[in-house]
């Protein structure tokens, strides 16, 4: 039953990425491009949100 | 040159655009208390881990094919509750495993928490900047597709330190996902709330199954 299941849920996420591939084809193609301002300011947040998850895996082991 | 200057708009893109966001906001609190009910429903009835499995067939298999075709009817306000419904009832059976856990309620709270905050400051980010990160698009679908081909092999495969990084990775993505789902929504890219609430309730869900994860394998000695 479970092996049915996982078979299941990996055809389904297939579906997804067939889903998923024309609309990543086109943001990528004709989306938006970011200046290196704009990805300069994802890494505050990104690296806030790395420190943050560590901070809890450490709150989890203390 | 920033491509990606915020236009002037007129006074009734704004009231839209407001509109949009409170509807979503209201509707993702309505399922994300209705999910929270269908989990506890879940954990009484002890169900087993394979419900998760199904759970998450039938939602997104609903999320795929049923709610596109009712995103612009009050009826797609019904597909919403069903698959956040399908969604909280399958987080209960994983939530009941980690209960069993000597950590487990443990983590489950810090996890809970976590994703309150991760959520809540992210959204604060974009709606108090106003920025636009549209521009991440092509980075977080390239980035999902190549995680959910990692996760499908990893499905059979089952290493528990590529499931680790695909858990670090589903949350960096996810929260990517927040910033630029929700500055569609301010900036008048996004103007459909049943979609946007989807969208953002999936990034919530997916951020508190990867903490718990995480959580859950560095957590034990």
Redesign the interface.
């Known amino acids: 039953?479970?092996l049915f299941?996982?078979i299941?849920?990996?055809a389904?996420?297939?579906?997804?990425?067939w889903?998923?591939?024309p609309?990543?084809k086109e943001?990528?193609k004709n989306?938006?491009?970011?200046?290196s301002?704009?990805w300069k300011?994802?890494i505050l947040?990104?690296v806030?949100?790395?420190g943050?998850?560590m901070l809890?895996?450490m709150?989890?082991?203390s | 040159m920033n491509q990606n200057i915020t236009m002037p708009r007129s006074q009734d893109q704004v009231l839209a655009t407001n509109k949009v966001l409170k509807n979503t906001y209201m509707l993702l609190s309505a399922t994300l208390l209705f999910s929270a009910l269908m989990a506890v429903v879940s954990i009484y009835l002890q169900m087993p881990p394979m419900v998760y499995l199904g759970a998450v067939i039938g939602s997104m298999l609903l999320g795929m094919f049923v709610l596109p075709r009712f995103a612009n009817s009050t009826s797609g306000i019904g597909v919403i509750f069903l698959i956040t419904g399908l969604l909280g009832f399958g987080l209960g059976a994983i939530i009941t495993q980690y209960l069993a856990l000597p950590k487990g309620p443990e983590i489950i709270g810090i996890a809970f928490a976590g994703t309150g905050i991760i959520f809540l400051s992210l959204s604060a980010y974009v709606l108090t900047s106003r920025r636009d990160f549209s521009f991440m698009g092509g980075f977080l679908f390239a980035g999902l597709i190549t995680v959910v081909i990692a996760m499908v092999a990893n499905i059979f495969l089952a290493i528990p330190a590529l499931s680790l990084a695909l858990s670090a990775a589903i949350i960096l993505l996810m929260s990517g996902l927040i910033l630029f789902d929700t500055s569609r929504i301010i900036n008048g890219g996004e103007t459909n709330y049943l979609m946007a609430t989807y969208s953002l309730y999936l990034s919530i869900f997916n951020i508190f199954i990867s903490l718990l994860q995480i959580l859950g394998i560095m957590g034990d000695d």
Not at chain 1, 12 to 17: A, C, D, E, Q, W
Not at chain 1, 31 to 35: E, I
């Open positions: 039953m479970e299941l996982k299941g849920l990996a389904v996420l297939l579906m997804l990425v889903r998923l591939y609309a990543a943001q990528m989306g938006p491009k970011g200046s301002d704009d300011g994802l947040p990104a806030l949100l790395i943050f998850v809890l895996i709150m989890v082991r």
